[in-house]
């Protein structure tokens, strides 16, 4: 029960952290091309997590069966899921990221029954289309010109979404053989080595350029946050979670970072927040609490 309480604890942090991330990449985004910005975060979390690993205050055990599991896993966050939306808030404002994100327990509740096997009844899956018919608002709305909002950027953005939903799902199963902090380890290794080739390869970063941007307090301040408690911190964070709760249940506390992603950016970014992006929210918050409501008891003991 401890054990469940402290994974509880976790989920709630780790969705307060992403949710304020959609403010500090959008800012990050105004100051550097998206490979470069995620070079900069995910070395800063790499070398972080090294301090910490020959300070002593961290094991890392990977042992050789996990690590094709932990490479496809890398792949599909941090790296595919990074780069799909800071691709995608090229385009779209912090607040419609944090709302498209609400959509994750949809994705991580057919994933889950399809791969872990875990329970989803039919209420639950009315549920899930409730949250659809909110995405839709937001698809159908959004490219009006409204909030200066893109078709692309939206479906750059759900594609992230159904990224993390992959990784809650394939990251429960691999908590079984893995212990979270020798995962997230391995994802900032990956993160870093993929982002940091990316960067220089596609977008040419060079000494000289990463030089100027580490004398941009601005951006350091985005990046450090973004590495060390979005990318490290969420990483274990969620990793922890995963390990003593359902893939469903911990997709679910992580919609507490729409309502922080829309108040940051609201009130620090003057977003605009139209009545669609209102109608779209409850309807998909809605689906995912129903869905919460539904669930069967005995799948989550």
């Not at 909002?149 to 939206?154: E, F, N, R």
Request: proline share 2%.
């Amino acid at each position: 029960m401890q054990q469940r309480t402290s994974a509880y604890i976790a989920a709630i942090f780790n969705a307060l952290f992403i949710g304020l991330s959609f403010l500090f990449v959008k800012e990050s985004l105004d100051a550097a091309e998206p490979f470069t910005t995620l070079a900069f975060r995910f070395a800063l979390s790499f070398a972080f997590m090294l301090l910490l690993l020959a300070a002593g205050v961290i094991a890392v055990r990977i042992p050789r069966e996990a690590v094709r599991d932990l490479l496809v896993l890398s792949f599909i966050q941090p790296v595919l899921f990074f780069s799909l939306q800071a691709f995608g808030m090229l385009s779209i404002s912090s607040s419609e990221s944090g709302i498209i994100s609400a959509f994750v327990p949809v994705f991580v509740g057919v994933l889950g029954l399809v791969m872990l096997g875990e329970r989803v009844n039919a209420k639950q899956f009315f549920a899930f289309f409730i949250s659809i018919a909110g995405i839709a608002c937001l698809f159908s709305m959004g490219g009006s010109g409204e909030t200066g909002s893109s078709g692309v950027g939206m479906v750059l953005t759900l594609l992230s979404v159904l990224a993390t939903s992959l990784y809650i799902v394939l990251g429960r199963r691999l908590t079984r053989s893995l212990d979270p902090v020798s995962l997230t380890f391995g994802m900032m290794l990956c993160g870093c080595v993929a982002f940091v080739a990316a960067a220089v390869v596609c977008e040419g970063l060079d000494a000289g350029g990463a030089a100027f941007l580490l004398g941009n307090g601005g951006f350091m301040l985005d990046v450090l946050y973004l590495g060390l408690f979005t990318s490290v911190g969420t990483s274990f964070l969620a990793m922890y979670s995963l390990k003593y709760l359902e893939a469903a249940k911990v997709g679910i506390i992580q919609n507490l970072s729409v309502v922080v992603s829309i108040l940051a950016g609201v009130l620090v970014l003057q977003e605009a927040f139209l009545s669609y992006h209102a109608i779209g929210s409850v309807l998909i918050i809605a689906g995912v609490v129903l869905a919460n409501l539904w669930a069967d008891p005995e799948a989550e003991s």
